[in-house]
């Protein structure tokens, strides 16, 4: 068993990028649920759009072995420029008129 | 110098000036003296680069055409048409080299004067900065190797000449005159687009040498020579807008409500000027037929302008309209088969209308200061019939004004003299080729008009005395800036620089550097060859030389008669021939004639569109709208608008008619309709119609208050009951939602794993 | 161990490292800069899964743009020269939990699901072929997708201006 193990981390594969990228995912999503700075939330997501763009491209060269993945990868990574440039606008914004960016003490849309 | 030395110099020649226009356009607030110097530079350095082009060209590729392409965009192999890709690319022939020069000469002196002429203008630096991207763009056309970059220098000439000649917009006359310049060019340039695309169409590139050497190998556009003859003539038809030409000339006098220089540059030497380069590039695929209607569309404008010239009083204008009459001249020159002094004419007549134009405008600007100082702002600075005189006072504008008008009218020593002569001589040798005997006789009436008109200006702006005594004192000689052009011009103007026998070009450098190309049509529809066309101009060569003296002389020796010496009045021919007169001083009313037709056409259809958006298609929208409202409103009555019942009733009604729609649709669209299906479907509308029925008739007050308030407090009931429960999970934390999806995700997994 | 697994393993530490200070860092800054070893460590996983142009696309949007941006946000956001620089964390038990548990799912997954793989074609260049497939079919999307970048520009700069009369 133990060497079966071995054997397995010394190929690495697909399974290898893709649990790479679940971990990576998890790091995104614990930062998106604990953090209260706001850009903190953004580097979050940032992490976990990263860790589906490793799928993407994983399962392009390893399962259908055509390019689509990173054509998709691609566009990912424009959403995720636009995202970011949105986000940080609003953070701007958020910041000017209560002078905090900790995303639970904004609550003013609440009740 | 080698043949890369050459094109990339010819490169940097084109995009220097746009180099100046993107600096000037940005910055021109900020450089000192708002950046005139840069952009004079910068054209004083192409034309440098030009000149030494011009002598790398002639001197050691003398015969060669040198290219250099690239591709731009490769389609790959498309679909139903094969291989399609864009080539792009720069040429240099002599044609290109020597309208280098041309081109960058005058936008350089044009320049130079404009620093004295536009001192203090409101946009001094934006000014310089259009002047830049003008050049850019006519030298876009000249180096060009394909119709693609061809066209789209063609429309940023028509779109910086709009600039330009909208300089001061502020004035009505202006924009409306840079208005009517771009429309008019418009209509010129949806021709010549077309032409290009019936040549792509057929050959799938734009580079001329690819479509030339298709042509001469057989192919010709959809198989037959009439489309040849017409895509010839549609792109003839963008030399007709851009070069003023018959029936597209009326823009040009209008555009003189541009500053001076400008009217110097675009409208007497480069941008008219296009129109005549780019006959000469296609000339060789013209055929007989296609350089027929050049001919007579040349002939036709050089006539018309000529005469109308003659009733003119505005400097600008006179001049305008003798440039229409030039550029028809040239045309007609091209069109005859007199390549080479078609082109050549091009190349004097730049120089010296050039040289006019400025010369005009150091008159005016004199004038203006004067009248300004004597504070008359009722006086046109521009009117002839106020001058008179400046001889004494502007010598060097006089002398020089002078020798270009002894160039345009054809005096021997001038080089307007040795191009002219040539076109005359190509006129006689074609009408004794296929007898088109009227081609040559307007040819040399034009040329006694010319003469004739040309001295009228003279002898009413220099010569003899000065209507207001007190105004001749105020007027002075133009600043060096502008003095200095002028002299360049006038230098440019004699015969030397192209021919050291003043009797003949043939002999020059230039015509061994601007052979005609030989047709690459078929000999079926060719005009006569160049072998043929040489033997007929040798004959006619000395006749022509001899009655264009003549000619000429008659036309001079007219108008000192008139003018100067008085033996005829003037007055007194205007009054006996009034109508014709009159005529000639409406410019054939040309412009009452498109006014009358294409303008008021064009409006009205546009009256008729605007009804039709208005009264069919809004009527019908409208009409919809109404009819529904009417029918809902028609049928609730029995409702108070807003009460439940009635939105009850509405939506029940609008549930029905979606029901019905789609039974509709169904039946329309299942192509096999089953038999149960459709009693299925039928009991169920009969079910929903009487339902409604029943809403509407029977039940409407007590099933309303009872049953419909009583479903909807229900309903409202149990809404609030769940929002209650659910508000506590609304925390109004994303985090939270965040978890929630996570477990979501997680049960997902296991549940489909 | 051949060279493949060694620059694999080194570069999944690296994007992993990366990720881990971004998360569990107090210091804001601190994460910032992990970012960047996040960032770069995915883009040789990348190289690693032949996909060059990504890779450079990655280094390039990334870090040399979205980085950017979220320092420029730390800047203007947070007082750098105050101790508040320092951020802190909420409800991290649970997270903590539910974090755990969403990666076991996910790995476990991974690990045992028999994927269906193909023979990994030989390398070579891409740029070429993503872009003939981003102008043939996936068309609509890139031309969406540059709408997108162009609300984005817009929306960006119209949320994050100053108001004058505020």
């Known amino acids: 068993m133990a060497q079966e193990f071995m054997q397995w981390l010394s190929h690495p594969g697909l399974n290898h990028f893709l649990i790479v990228s679940g971990i990576l995912f998890s790091f995104g999503i614990f930062a998106v649920l604990t953090r209260r700075n706001a850009i903190l939330v953004l580097m979050g997501i940032e992490l976990i759009l990263n860790a589906a763009n490793i799928n993407f491209i994983a399962f392009s060269r390893y399962g259908t072995g055509t390019l689509d993945g990173q054509v998709i990868a691609i566009f990912v990574i424009i959403l995720a420029a636009a995202e970011a440039a949105i986000a940080l606008a609003i953070v701007l914004n958020i910041y000017q008129n209560f002078n905090t960016i900790n995303v639970d003490e904004i609550n003013q849309l609440r009740d | ?753 | 161990m051949d060279l493949f697994t060694i620059i694999f393993y080194s570069f999944a530490v690296i994007t992993l490292g990366g990720g881990a200070v971004v998360v569990f860092s107090r210091n804001i800054v601190h994460s910032a800069f992990a970012l960047l070893f996040a960032f770069f460590g995915v883009a040789g996983l990348y190289v690693l899964l032949m996909a060059d142009f990504l890779a450079i696309t990655q280094l390039m949007i990334y870090v040399g743009g979205i980085l950017v941006l979220i320092l420029f946000g730390v800047m203007l956001t947070s007082q750098v020269l105050d101790v508040q620089i320092k951020t802190g964390t909420i409800q991290t038990f649970p997270a903590v939990l539910a974090v755990s548990a969403l990666a076991g799912t996910l790995v476990g997954i991974f690990w045992s699901t028999d994927w269906k793989t193909t023979a990994a074609p030989p390398m070579e260049v891409t740029a070429a072929k993503i872009g003939e497939m981003l102008l043939t079919s996936y068309l609509l999307p890139f031309e969406i997708a540059s709408v997108v970048l162009l609300a984005a520009l817009i929306g960006a700069a119209m949320i994050a201006r100053r108001e004058k009369n505020a």
């Open chain 2, 1 to 753: 110098m080698s043949q890369e030395t050459i094109l990339q110099l010819s490169t940097v020649i084109l995009l220097l000036p746009l180099l100046g226009f993107i600096l000037l356009i940005f910055f021109n607030k900020r450089l000192p003296r708002q950046g005139d110097w840069l952009g004079t530079g910068i054209l004083f350095l192409c034309l440098l680069l030009s000149v030494i082009v011009l002598a790398g060209k002639l001197g050691s590729h003398h015969d060669e055409v040198l290219q250099f392409k690239f591709t731009w965009v490769d389609w790959g192999n498309v679909p139903g048409i094969g291989p399609l890709k864009l080539e792009l690319g720069i040429m240099v022939d002599n044609l290109v080299a020597i309208m280098l020069v041309v081109v960058t000469i005058v936008s350089s002196l044009v320049h130079l004067f404009s620093i004295g002429y536009m001192h203090g203008d409101v946009r001094y630096g934006r000014y310089f900065a259009y002047l830049g991207v003008f050049t850019f763009s006519m030298l876009g056309i000249v180096v060009t190797n394909n119709f693609f970059m061809m066209y789209v220098s063609w429309e940023l000439v028509g779109l910086s000449s709009y600039l330009l000649i909208g300089h001061w917009f502020e004035k009505k006359s202006a924009s409306d005159a840079a208005n009517k310049a771009f429309i008019v060019n418009r209509i010129g340039d949806i021709g010549m687009f077309t032409g290009i695309m019936i040549l792509f169409a057929n050959f799938q590139t734009f580079t001329f040498d690819d479509i030339f050497a298709a042509i001469q190998s057989g192919t010709i556009p959809f198989g037959s020579e009439p489309w040849l003859t017409a895509a010839g003539i549609l792109i003839f038809a963008g030399a007709v807008g851009k070069s003023a030409q018959f029936p597209l000339h009326v823009w040009l006098p209008d555009a003189m409500e541009g500053p001076t220089p400008v009217s110097a540059l675009i409208h007497a030497a480069t941008m008219v000027a296009a129109g005549v380069y780019l006959i000469a590039r296609t000339f060789t695929m013209m055929t007989a037929d296609a350089l027929i209607v050049i001919t007579y569309i040349g002939a036709i404008t050089a006539f018309i302008a000529a005469t109308i010239a003659i009733a003119q009083n505005d400097i600008k204008k006179v001049l305008a309209y003798s440039t229409v009459s030039q550029l028809g001249y040239m045309v007609m020159g091209l069109g005859v088969g007199a390549f080479t002094a078609g082109f050549f004419h091009l190349t004097t007549h730049a120089m010296f209308k050039a040289g006019l134009f400025l010369a005009s405008g150091s008159v005016i600007h004199a004038m203006h200061h004067a009248l300004h100082h004597a504070g008359d702002h009722h006086t046109d600075p521009q009117d002839i019939r106020f001058m008179g005189g400046l001889r004494s006072k502007m010598p060097i504008t006089f002398w020089t004004f002078l020798i270009f008008t002894l160039a345009i009218s054809g005096v021997p020593f001038t080089s307007g003299f040795l191009s002219k002569d040539e076109i005359l001589a190509g006129t006689l040798a074609f009408s004794s080729l296929n007898g088109h005997a009227i081609i040559p006789i307007i040819g040399f009436f034009v040329a006694g008009l010319t003469a004739f008109y040309m001295f009228r200006i003279v002898i009413l702006t220099f010569l003899g005395e000065h209507k207001d005594a007190h105004r001749i004192q105020e007027i002075h000689e133009s600043p060096f800036t502008m003095t200095v052009p002028l002299m360049v011009f006038a230098a440019l103007s004699f015969f030397a620089f192209y021919s050291f026998d003043p009797f003949g070009a043939s002999s020059g450098w230039f015509y061994a550097a601007v052979p005609r190309p030989e047709s690459v049509v078929p000999g079926t529809v060719a005009a006569p060859g160049v072998a043929a066309f040489e033997e007929a101009l040798h004959h006619s060569h000395s006749l022509a030389m001899i009655l264009s003296l003549t000619v000429a002389g008659i036309g001079i020796l007219a108008a000192f008669g008139t003018y100067y010496w008085k033996k005829i009045s003037a007055d007194a021919v205007a009054d006996r021939l009034k109508p014709l007169h009159t005529f000639l001083m409406n410019k054939w009313y040309f412009d009452e004639l498109y006014e009358a037709t294409a303008v008021n056409g064009t409006k009205g259809l546009a009256r008729a569109y605007a009804w039709f958006d208005d009264r069919v298609i809004d009527g019908i929208v409208n009409g919809v709208g109404s009819w529904t409202r009417a029918l809902t409103l028609g049928t609730s009555r029995n409702w108070e608008e807003g009460s439940l019942g009635a939105v009850f009733y509405k939506a029940i009604s609008a549930g029905l008619s979606i029901y019905i729609g789609w039974l509709v649709t169904s039946a329309l669209m299942s192509p096999e309709p089953a038999f149960g299906e459709m009693l299925w479907n039928g009991i169920l509308g009969l079910a929903t119609a009487g339902l409604t029925f029943f809403l509407f008739f029977v039940g409407v007050g007590g099933f309303d208050n009872k049953i419909v308030d009583g479903l909807v407090n229900a309903v409202a009931y149990l809404a609030g009951f769940f929002g209650l429960i659910s508000r506590r999970l609304q925390t109004g934390k994303v985090q939270t939602y965040l978890v929630f999806v996570i477990f979501g995700v997680m049960v997902f997994f296991l549940w489909f794993r």
